[in-house]
């Protein structure tokens, strides 16, 4: 436990002092873009030769850690991972394998046409280690788009994603948020759509703006659910905390 509060100071230290270096190099103060919400994809990725890690704090001491590459100008690759019970007195602690995010913006879009990216995201939630599959699977193969609407500041995201190609089920999302003064997001997301395999999940949050390059997200997942998905796993709204920071390399 000492080690990770010494981890997450550390993290909080890198994060302030980052952004100060570089408004006093160029003076300008701007916020990353946001490459997702909380489980939904936005168009936007991070440009070339960016950085970004995430830490996301899950139910029964859960964490999943991220990492981000802006690879190419329109391309990001990314690796992620989830630890059970890695905090907390409950053992035994359960690593599972490194999952991968690849996304590719084809469109910046136009005054009425959104800004498109096609990706794949293989990270899943709950995992079942009979089947040796997530009770929640990951996007998979998913096309975006994410468009300014209605007010400034209002982002509107949507698409469709194929998340097993075993059964080719055909999947959609919506998300939209809505930035205050660069200090705060609020978050809402409908996601699982158009299939009954996998129920919908109702998604809210907000998005915290401590510097450009350093943002913590409050959401709760899955509003008003509970049941099981299999007998003994129980499924229910769960509360997660996130950190996210970017920079460039």
Known sequence: MKKISALLVL??????????????????????????????????????????????????????????????????????????????????????????????????GGYYLPAMALGYDSQGYYYNPGARKYYEKGKGLYLVGSKEVGISNLMLHGGFNIP?????????????????????????????LFHSDDPTRLNAGMRVYITPYFR?????????????????VSRKSERIVQMRYNTNF
Not at 168 to 189: Q, R
Request: charged content about 25%; glycine content about 12%.
């Open 216 to 232: 913590l997200d409050m959401a709760l997942r899955e509003i008003g659910r509970s049941g099981e998905f299999a007998p003994g």
């Open 11 to 108: 993290t909080l230290l890198a994060a302030s002092a980052a952004p100060a270096l570089a408004e006093k190099d160029t003076g300008e103060v701007m916020i990353m873009p946001d490459i997702e919400l909380i489980d939904v994809p936005t168009a936007g990725i991070l440009d070339y030769g960016g950085f970004q890690l995430k830490t996301r704090f899950y139910n029964d001491g859960g964490v999943l850690g991220g990492l981000n590459f802006g690879v190419m100008e329109r391309l990001n690759l990314g690796v992620s991972m989830t630890v059970d019970k890695l905090i907390g007195s409950d053992s035994p602690i359960r690593m599972r394998r490194p999952e991968i995010q690849v996304k590719f913006r084809f469109d910046d």
């Open 164 to 192: 097993d190609f075993d059964n080719n089920y055909f999947f959609g999302f919506l998300g939209a948020n809505y930035t205050l003064e660069d200090k705060v997001s609020f978050i809402l997301e409908y996601d699982s």
